[in-house]
């Protein structure tokens, strides 16, 4: 089992950036494909970003390809998620979650673990 905490969310202006991180504790991070999921209000979790076990393979959702990037330091069992050129539509609680899959996905129902959600917040 692992247990995730995010950091790092906020208000920002659009064209800004943040930059979110993820700590594990538990079981050996590596162990785990991360990924970044998002809920605006009144709408589904979606998903955002994923990467693999070694850090190797990464995938986006089509909205912020080009703008975000995720990455992780297994040494420091966390998982981060760089966000520049923030837009309105950005807004949302944002989630990392850990999947026992070895590939990567964004299948939020291959998840098996949550954190409880950090606020981002991007005035236009």
């Known amino acids: 089992q692992v247990q995730l905490v995010e950091s790092g969310g906020g208000l920002v202006q659009a064209g800004g950036s943040l930059r979110l991180s993820c700590a594990a504790s538990?079981?050996?991070?590596?162990?785990?494909?991360m990924g970044w999921f998002r809920q605006a209000p009144g709408k589904e979790r979606d998903f955002v970003a994923s990467?693999?076990?070694?850090?190797?393979?990464?995938r986006y959702a089509d909205s912020v390809k080009g703008r975000f990037t995720i990455s992780r330091d297994n040494a420091e069992n966390t998982v981060y998620l760089q966000m520049n050129s923030l837009k309105p539509e950005d807004t949302a609680v944002y989630y990392c979650s850990a999947s026992t899959l070895a590939t990567i996905t964004s299948r939020l129902g291959e998840y098996d673990y949550w954190g409880q959600g950090t606020q981002v917040t991007v005035s236009s």
């Open positions: 538990g079981r050996t991070f590596s162990y785990y494909t």
């Open positions: 990467i693999s076990r070694s850090g190797g393979s990464t």
